[in-house]
Structures are given as C-alpha cells and as structure tokens.
C-alpha cells in the first residue's frame, strides 16, 4: 500500500487560496489520489480525486505532477467553515480497502 | 436517500459485556467498510465486506466481528469489550467497481460513539 505523507496542520486566513502538498513516493501505476475532508463529530466526505495532471471541481482543485510522486489539494478563498482535517489517500481504485487514511493535515482558517 | 446510518449514535460499555453495531446503506452499494478513529488520528480499517455474503479483514481486526448477511446492512460486533476499544465507529461504503462517479468514492455514516469503562 501506497504510503502519504502530510504536513500535521495549517493555518491559513480567509479569502486566502489553501494548497496542501501529499507526498506518495511509492505510488503504484494503477492507484488513484482521493482527498477527503472532515468536520469534528462528522465522518469524512469526499472532495476529490484523480489520477495525473489536474482536476478541478465546485469545491477545490488537484494538481498532479507527470511522476506522480506527489498531489497538491487546492482551496480557492477559504472561509471559516472550510477547517476541518484533510486526508490524502492513494490506493488502487478498484480496491477501496485499500485506501489507508493516515493523520490527515488539520486546517484552521482565521478571520 | 438516507445514505448511510449507524446505530447506535452513543453507548457505554462494562468491559466484558457484548454488542453489536449495525451499518445500513441505501444506495445499493457493494462496498462496506467498519473503521475506528481514536484522538487525534487517522481512521483505521477493521473489516470490510464487497458483497453481501462476504467479509475481510482489515488493518486492526482482533477483537471485532462482522457479518453481512443483506447487501445493505453490515454489522460490526464487539463479543467481550475492553477499555482499549474506546473509539469513535464509522460505517461507509461505495459502489466498488461496478460504477459511481469516482472511483470507489466512500460514503461515510455520522459515526457511534463508544466508550468502554
């Protein structure tokens, strides 16, 4: 299994554009990148994934370089409601088990 | 759509004493998965199941059971509890490789609240 590494939290302001770099040395061919997010007291929801160059959603942008080594998760002007924790996950997509949720990178936005 | 819910939402257990967790999804998923997140961690893997009928284990299984006997049911239970399964329950599942928008995107349930005294 693929492991990420994460920075363990963040501060950010709001209005500001967040980007949250996870690296994933040892990605297989087949496997896939897949941000969650999640609130205190809620479980983890999905915001993105995808598996070379970038996507972009409603919600937040991935950037994903040719090697595939690593994925940054972009959020355009966060607001208060956007801290939570963030995962980077890396799994082949046909294998949900395999896709191992490590501490996650915990964003606080300020006012 | 409900999605998916868990039940119970809290529970206090005397180390020793038994229950059972149950998952329900409404999406006609194939996926299901128990995991367990405890303070300021990531969530841990316990079983899982990619189809009614089957069940696997996960990262951290001792201590933990599971049955799917309906695809949209997945029931994790707990025979003899102990202190060190305090946690927080979540239940997700995801339609596997028969389709979905993203690939086996999880949906998660609100979580059960366990506490084993």
């Known amino acids: 299994l693929a492991k990420t590494t994460q920075p363990i939290s963040m501060d950010s302001y709001e209005g500001q554009e967040v980007n949250i770099t996870c690296s994933h040395n040892n990605i297989a061919t087949n496997d896939y990148i897949t941000w969650y997010q999640q609130f205190p007291s809620q479980g983890p929801r999905f915001i993105i994934q995808?598996?070379?160059t970038k996507v972009t959603n409603e919600v937040a942008s991935l950037f994903i370089p040719a090697d595939r080594k690593s994925s940054t998760l972009s959020l355009p002007r966060v607001s208060l409601s956007d801290t939570a924790v963030y995962y980077c996950l890396v799994g082949d997509a046909n294998y949900g088990q395999n896709f191992v949720f490590g501490p996650g990178t915990r964003l606080s936005v300020l006012p | 759509n409900a999605g998916v819910t868990q039940t119970p939402k809290f529970r206090v257990l005397k180390t020793g004493q038994s229950m059972t967790l149950l998952c329900a999804q409404d999406m006609n998923h194939e996926y299901m998965y128990w995991y367990r997140q405890d303070p300021g961690m990531g969530l841990r893997l316990i079983h899982y199941s990619v189809g009614e009928g089957t069940t696997a284990k996960g990262e951290v299984p001792d201590g933990y059971n599971v049955s799917r006997l309906k695809k949209q049911n997945f029931l994790l239970g707990l025979e003899s509890a102990a202190p060190s399964q305090t946690s927080v329950y979540f239940c997700?599942?995801?339609?596997?490789?028969?389709?979905?928008?993203?690939?086996?995107?999880?949906?998660f349930g609100p979580g059960t609240r366990l506490t084993v005294l």
């Open positions: 995808g598996y070379k």
């Open positions: 997700a599942s995801s339609y596997g490789t028969s389709g979905g928008s993203s690939y086996n995107e999880q949906f």
